[in-house]
């Protein structure tokens, strides 16, 4: 029981918080459905109307927007849950219809009113975490958008059938208008004949252009951006990089060193392995690779590097990126991070220029700070740089 417990408290955790405003944006697209529903269920029990017309101004006008609406906010927690920039946007846009609905439209609630208002507040509140660019979510706002593009010009290309020459009155030919009309392509054998007509098609015709090409950059762009994102890093920035500062690792100590680097103006390029969860910020110079083969050890420029820094977990990893360094650029200077004092010598032998123990150093200098004993730079030598002291014997 204790166990469940814990799993479901770390689920909770990382829920938080777009995991709620993912769920509770689910529930604000119920709300907004639930009268229409309850409306087309009382509709069902009697008799359906047999023109297009009829049934649209039983249901209402905005009941067809105010359902599209419903669904695309219950679509868009898909993308919320993803953390997607694009559907956080979307989530918004949707949230002020649906708050519009809610106060002036055919089913008006105070209670869906204050709740929307409330919900779109909570994601303006978070609008950092959002900083996701999810081919997932694009996916879902090029469906929705195209969907109730399709939607909106079926049935007012019904509603508005006989002012059409000649008249729409079933699905079918409203479908082959709308997707006509949403192409551009235009055949001309179904012309409107009103002005209200002519000014449905052309807002067909502008929307279709729009949301089709809309739809497109948001689904290509961030495709697109990441294979752009990868040749520039991946075939330029090599060549650039020099005289700058490689670290390779995600540990602790490898994030303080880059900040500490950073912040005194150097050039930083970071290795990771594929898959590595870190810390670096999205700026950095990240490569991501085996930094234990030469091939990217090149890519990340390591014979031009003022230093190589090992600074993984594992001192098995650090001694094999020593070795590979020796063998790709031996003038380059190297640090070795040792996580275990036993593997001092072990990593000594390898000979890099300095072999940082964080144990042993952090031990070394609290025990002759305890005992009023001298530190001095022949101390931190012995111990950053493997120097022997006075008398000591190896």
């Known amino acids: ?42 509709q069902s029990r009697g008799s359906w109307y047999e023109d297009w017309i009829t049934l649209i101004n039983a249901f209402g006008v905005l009941a067809l927007p105010q359902a599209v609406i419903a669904a695309g906010l219950t679509t868009m927690a898909i993308g919320i849950a993803l953390r997607a920039r694009v559907a956080w946007v979307i989530s918004l846009l949707l949230l002020a219809a649906a ?96 002005d209200t007509a002519r000014l449905f098609t052309a807002s067909i015709i502008v929307l279709g252009i729009t949301v089709f090409a809309t739809s497109i950059s948001a689904v290509l762009g ?26 390779v690792g995600a540990s602790p100590l490898a994030h303080s060193v880059y900040a500490g680097l950073k912040k005194r103006g150097y050039a930083v390029t970071v290795i990771v392995s594929p898959g ?44 094999f990126v020593i070795l590979a360094i020796k063998e790709l650029a031996p003038k380059v200077r190297t640090v070795a991070l040792v996580n275990d004092s036993r593997n001092l010598q072990r990593l000594r032998l390898l000979q890099p220029d300095m072999v940082f123990s964080p144990q042993l150093l952090a031990g070394e200098l609290l025990a002759r700070t305890l005992n009023n004993e001298t530190i001095d730079n022949t101390l931190v030598e012995h111990l950053l740089f493997g120097k022997a002291q006075a008398g000591e014997t190896s």
């Open 222 to 247: 961030p495709v697109i951006g990441g294979k752009l994102k990868r040749i520039v890093t991946g075939g330029i920035s090599n060549v650039t990089r020099k005289n700058h500062y490689l670290i």
């Open 1 to 42: 029981m204790k166990a469940f417990a814990r799993r479901l408290r770390t689920f909770a955790t990382q829920l938080v918080p777009h995991g709620y405003l993912a769920l509770l944006l689910v529930i604000d697209g119920l709300m907004l459905l639930r009268p229409v529903a309850e409306n087309a269920l009382r």
């Open 276 to 319: 590595t969860q870190h810390n670096y910020p999205p700026e950095a110079d990240l490569v991501e690779g085996d930094a234990s083969d030469t091939a990217t050890l090149h890519h990340a420029g390591a014979e031009t590097a003022l230093s190589v820094l090992a600074l993984r977990m594992d001192d098995a990893e650090n001694a």
């Open 99 to 194: 708050a519009g609905i809610s106060r002036w439209g055919d089913y008006r609630s105070g209670v869906m009113f204050a709740f929307t208002l409330a919900l779109a507040v909570a994601l303006l509140v978070y609008w950092r975490r959002f900083d996701r660019s999810s081919f997932a979510a694009s996916t879902l706002f090029a469906v929705l958008s195209i969907g109730s593009l399709l939607i909106y010009a079926m049935f007012g290309a019904l509603y508005l059938g006989d002012q059409f020459a000649p008249p729409i009155r079933t699905m079918v030919t409203a479908f082959y208008f709308s997707i006509v009309s949403m192409s551009t392509v235009g055949y001309g054998d179904i012309v409107p004949h009103s």
